[in-house]
């Protein structure tokens, strides 16, 4: 096995019981979601592993990159055979546009705010702006939108009723894999 894939397995092996319940739960909406059709596979390595990744950053306050990595080049090798199989290459550079955008913008905030927003929240606003940018712009700006609304709303609620303060630290990457699971949700109704 790849010394990546041993990380992976390693890093998700504390949280197995969680992350198998998620990753069940989220590969069953991925393929409501995604059709299903070409870009079926794509969703559900990435909702597998958001899943994962949820948990662990639920729990530690870390991303990791044996997952982020890997993921994210699956997903993209995915949506590239998808644009080949569906002749949908305006999907494809769309999704590599918004995986640039929203990884760029988070890698931003991080620069900006480093003990704020982490950098593995840039990498997993990389794949999820992959991810979303192909189900179109509308979705990956509703990605980009709903988890500063989501983590906002969750941060105001927990600091009036004295359960945080300014200075307790959040994990975010829960906020930023709801808000994309969101994003898609309301595509796929929006085109049903």
Same mark, same amino acid.
């Given at each position: 096995?790849?010394?990546?894939?041993?990380?992976? #397995?390693?890093? =998700?092996?504390? &949280?197995?019981?969680?992350?198998? !319940?998620? %990753?069940?739960?989220?590969?069953?909406?991925?393929?409501?979601?995604?059709?299903?059709?070409?870009? /079926?596979?794509?969703?559900? =390595?990435? %909702? =597998?592993?958001? %899943?994962?990744?949820?948990?662990?950053?639920?729990?530690? &306050?870390?991303?990791?990159?044996? +997952?982020?990595?890997?993921?994210?080049?699956?997903?993209?090798?995915?949506?590239? +055979?998808?644009?080949?199989?569906?002749?949908? !290459?305006?999907?494809?550079? #769309?999704? +590599?546009?918004?995986?640039?955008?929203?990884?760029?913008?988070?890698?931003?905030?991080?620069?900006?705010?480093?003990?704020?927003?982490?950098?593995?929240?840039?990498?997993?606003?990389?794949?999820?702006?992959? =991810?979303?940018?192909?189900?179109?712009?509308?979705?990956?700006?509703?990605?980009?939108?709903?988890?500063?609304?989501?983590?906002?709303?969750?941060?105001?609620?927990?600091?009036?009723?004295?359960?945080?303060?300014?200075? /307790?630290?959040?994990?975010?990457?829960?906020?930023? +894999?709801?808000?994309?699971?969101?994003?898609?949700?309301? %595509?796929?109704?929006?085109?049903?």
């Amino acid at each position: 096995m790849p010394p990546i894939l041993q990380r992976a #397995r390693a890093e =998700v092996a504390p &949280h197995r019981r969680a992350a198998t !319940w998620g %990753a069940a739960l989220a590969a069953a909406w991925a393929v409501w979601a995604s059709g299903p059709g070409w870009s /079926t596979p794509a969703l559900v =390595v990435a %909702a =597998v592993a958001g %899943a994962a990744l949820w948990v662990i950053d639920a729990r530690t &306050h870390r991303l990791p990159d044996a +997952l982020t990595y890997p993921t994210t080049a699956v997903v993209g090798a995915l949506l590239a +055979l998808a644009a080949l199989g569906g002749g949908t !290459w305006d999907k494809a550079l #769309r999704a +590599l546009l918004g995986g640039l955008l929203l990884g760029g913008a988070y890698l931003l905030l991080h620069l900006a705010h480093r003990s704020g927003m982490g950098r593995g929240d840039a990498k997993l606003a990389a794949l999820l702006g992959l =991810v979303t940018a192909w189900y179109g712009w509308s979705t990956l700006v509703a990605a980009a939108v709903l988890p500063i609304l989501l983590g906002g709303a969750v941060a105001i609620v927990l600091m009036a009723t004295r359960r945080a303060s300014r200075g /307790t630290s959040l994990a975010f990457g829960p906020y930023l +894999l709801a808000g994309a699971a969101i994003a898609v949700t309301l %595509a796929r109704l929006a085109s049903a």
